[in-house]
């Protein structure tokens, strides 16, 4: 009896689902910007997808997305004249090697830290975001409603069913 191997071929390229091409328009699922709906830009290294929101339309910056996280809809938007910068893979998301946990003294752990602790935001990374904007909605502009579209958010109702809808 031949039996099938259960681990994955590790040189093999994750295949992209075939309604998810740069240009689409996806719809967020998880995370911090779920319901959100974003531009797909490429296909990384690793088989995540690279999306942006953009960030001046709806919040959403550049980031790594799986493609199980995302529902394509049928809005696309020619993207071919913009070049996405080669230094943006998937090394470039990889978190900075900081503090051991736990390095905290008494004091900083019950100081007057109200709120969430954001980590700053490189000069390298808010020079990318401006770029890849600023190739981006000259183009959102041309399609009609397309901004308006980007900026809202996709929430369901309790009588609308998912599986009947189309995107």
């Known amino acids: ?9 590790k040189n093999a390229p994750i295949k992209l689902r075939n309604t998810i091409k740069p240009g689409s328009v996806l719809i967020l699922l998880a995370g911090l910007h779920k319901g959100k ?24 910056p550049l980031r790594r997305v799986n493609q199980s996280y995302v529902i394509a809809t049928d809005t696309r938007i020619d993207i071919s004249s913009i070049q996405v910068p080669e230094h943006i893979n998937d090394s470039y998301f990889a978190k900075a090697k900081g503090a051991k946990k736990g390095g905290q003294t008494i004091e900083e752990f019950f100081g007057d ?3 969430k602790k954001t980590l700053p935001i490189s000069a390298e990374r808010k020079a990318d ?15 009609n409603l ?21 995107f």
């Open 37 to 60: 709906r974003v531009i797909c830009l490429k296909q990384l290294d690793s088989g995540l997808i690279l999306v942006s929101g953009p960030y001046t339309v709806n919040g959403v």
């Open 113 to 115: 830290n109200k709120g």
């Open 146 to 166: 397309l901004e308006d579209y980007l900026k809202s958010k996709f929430n369901l109702d309790k009588s609308q069913k998912p599986h009947e809808l189309r």
């Open 1 to 9: 009896m031949v039996t099938a191997s259960i681990h994955q071929n």
């Open 129 to 143: 975001q401006k770029t890849i904007d600023s190739a981006l909605l000259p183009i959102i502009k041309k399609k």
